[in-house]
């Protein structure tokens, strides 16, 4: 929502939450409080229409990303965690999950809410994208804070991700990574595994 006046938007929607107070009103006085960067009045908001509206999905997923724009993490998983209750078999929830998931370094849950939205709709192309953003966070996490990984072999299963997987590593750790596939020539192929042989490159 953008509104030019938004403090008059406060006021009118002041006068009809006097009037009828509804979990609807709320969670737009809330949207725009968070606007204006009243965290604890748009929160305070969202609660409110929480309560009046125990089972409104819309609700709880609106504020999920209001506490996870505020650093509130925890908070925003647990309003996750509702919203599934109420809705199970919504793809959508599990990869917004996902996605706090991933945000919070949880890569392993992560990828499980995305695996069950792909069983849930496999038409949905958000579960798929996330799912392989993932998988890249963690490899990196994986390689930045596992010293012990000093000859490490990557299997990708075409080309096209070969390169993206490489590009990635190559921009975090420039130099420690090759890559070898038939687009490449035998003598790049052939130096590159010499390379890494010789402790050159930290992986292929």
């Known amino acids: 929502m953008f509104l030019k006046d938004q403090g008059g938007a406060i006021l009118d929607f002041d006068q009809s939450i006097k009037l009828n ?14 606007s204006l960067k009243d965290v604890v009045g748009g929160l305070a908001d969202y609660d409110q229409a929480i309560l009046l509206k125990q089972k ?14 505020a650093g509130d993490f925890k908070g925003a998983l647990m309003d996750h965690n509702t919203a599934i209750q109420l809705s199970p078999n919504n793809p959508s929830t599990y990869v917004n999950r996902g996605i706090l998931k991933d945000t919070m370094g ?15 709709n496999p038409k949905l192309i958000e579960s798929f994208s996330n799912r392989g953003n993932t998988k890249l966070n963690m490899l990196k996490h994986l390689v930045r ?12 299963n075409n080309k096209r991700i070969v390169d993206l997987v490489f590009e990635t590593l190559d921009e975090e750790f420039p130099e420690q ?14 130096n590159t595994m010499a390379s890494f042989q010789a402790g050159e490159l930290r992986g292929l």
Request: aromatic share 14%; proline share 1%; no cysteine.
């Open 21 to 34: 107070p509804t979990d609807y009103a709320y969670m737009n006085r809330g949207s725009i409080k968070m």
């Open 56 to 69: 409104s999905i819309n609700a709880f997923n609106n504020r999920e990303k209001k506490k996870k724009n």
């Open 106 to 120: 949880d890569f392993e849950g992560a990828i499980i809410d995305f695996d069950y939205a792909i069983k849930l």
């Open 145 to 156: 804070e596992t010293e012990t990984m000093e000859r490490v072999l990557i299997f990708v």
């Open 177 to 190: 990574f090759g890559v070898i596939h038939s687009n490449k020539s035998q003598n790049y192929r052939l």
